[in-house]
């Protein structure tokens, strides 16, 4: 396991130049386990010690939409949240994650205090993210964007 920590270790300093990336000073005191082999789109049940193994277990065909929420907003934005994932989901593919299951991955990922607080990957990669965003029309807008196949980017119409 200190192999695989250190591992990680050089990893998170090799990505903490892009300005999406967690800070490294909060990987060094995680322990690593193997993560489960469920394929839900919720991730309440396994216990993930990184991003990028919450990541393996989607699709690489297309981006993932990593929705961070506290359970007391569960409620309140639960409706929107489905429908959001409903809109988007021929683009990509959208996966809640209750903060108080995984703390230290949402605070790695300053994904603690705001909710919902989602960060879409590319190709592994954060592309964006939103803080407090519910309203299931702006969430597919501002993120529907960035998930569009070659061809079908967005262009302006000239008059």
Known sequence: TIM??????????AI?????????THIANKSFTSPSTSTS???SMAKYNTMDEILAKF???KPILINFYDAATEADIKSD????????????????????????IAKLWDADTKSPSMI?????????????????LDIVAKIGKY???????????KK
Not at 82 to 104: G, M
Request: glycine letters at 2%.
């Open 4 to 13: 695989k920590t250190s591992m990680t270790i050089l990893a998170a300093l």
């Open 16 to 24: 903490s130049a892009n300005a999406f990336a967690p800070s490294s």
């Open 41 to 43: 789109t919720s991730l």
């Open 59 to 61: 699709p690489d065909d």
């Open 81 to 104: 949240i489905v429908r959001a994932k409903n809109l988007l989901a021929e683009r990509c593919t959208v996966v809640s994650i209750k903060q108080q299951d995984y703390p230290e």
């Open 120 to 136: 879409l990957f590319k190709d592994g990669n954060p592309v964006t993210r939103l803080y407090e965003e519910t309203f299931y």
């Open 147 to 157: 998930c569009r196949a070659p061809g079908e980017e967005h262009k302006e119409i």
